[in-house]
Structure formats: C-alpha cells, structure tokens
C-alpha cells in the first residue's frame, strides 16, 4: 500500500497556473505507475494525466494535452502536475493514484488515492 498526500490546489484566474504535487510514502515508489485524476461537482472522476513507473511514457486526456505536464522525482517519492492556461473547466478536486493501468489517453486507476486538492479556476 502507498500513502499519498496532495498539495498545491488554490484559487486562481483563467489562463493561469499551478503546480500540484503528490507525495507518497513507502520505498516502493519508484514501482508503480502514478497518474492524476480530477472529480468536478455531480461529475465522475476522469482521468487527467499519467506517467510511468521509471518516468519514460507519459499520457494525457485529451482535454488537458498541451496545458498539463506530469512529471516524477523518484528520489523524492513525489509526482507532479505542471497546470498552465488553466479553464474554468479545469475546476475540480484533483487526486493522486498509485498503479494505474495507462494507455493511449486515459487509464485505469489503481487502489491507493490522496484525499485530493481543490483546484479552482475562475473566469
């Protein structure tokens, strides 16, 4: 099992940015694939972005593609969401994930989740 904890949601204007970060516990980090998902108001969770275990293949929804770049540190034990020209759309409570399956733009999530970060984008 992995222990993940969110940071890095906020409030901010169209077109602006965040960073989020994920930080997990357990040596076992480097393992497994990490991916963000997103959950907006009377929405299901979707999937926003993924990377693999070492960092060499990355993927995202198609919403977010050209905006968002996900990223590891494995020597920190931490992922990373890079959020740029953000949309009101883009507002959601964003989750960290452990082990996702990835393929082309989406991915399954895997059993361990972060108990997630408001992001909010206003117009």
């Known amino acids: 099992q992995v222990q993940l904890v969110e940071s890095g949601g906020g409030l901010v204007q169209a077109g602006g940015s965040l960073r989020l970060s994920c930080a997990a516990s357990?040596?076992?980090?480097?393992?497994?694939?990490m991916a963000w998902f997103r959950q907006a108001p009377g929405e299901e969770r979707e999937f926003v972005a993924g990377i693999s275990w070492s960092g060499d293949y990355t993927n995202y929804a198609d919403s977010v593609k050209g905006r968002f770049t996900i990223s590891r540190d494995n020597a920190k034990n931490t992922v990373y969401l890079e959020m740029n020209n953000l949309k009101p759309e883009d507002t959601a409570v964003y989750y960290c994930?452990?082990?996702?399956?990835?393929?082309?733009?989406?991915?399954?999530?895997?059993?361990?989740w972060g108990q997630g970060t408001q992001v909010t984008v206003s117009s």
């Open positions: 357990g040596r076992t980090f480097s393992a497994y694939n």
């Open positions: 994930n452990a082990g996702p399956r990835l393929w082309e733009n989406t991915g399954r999530p895997g059993n361990d």
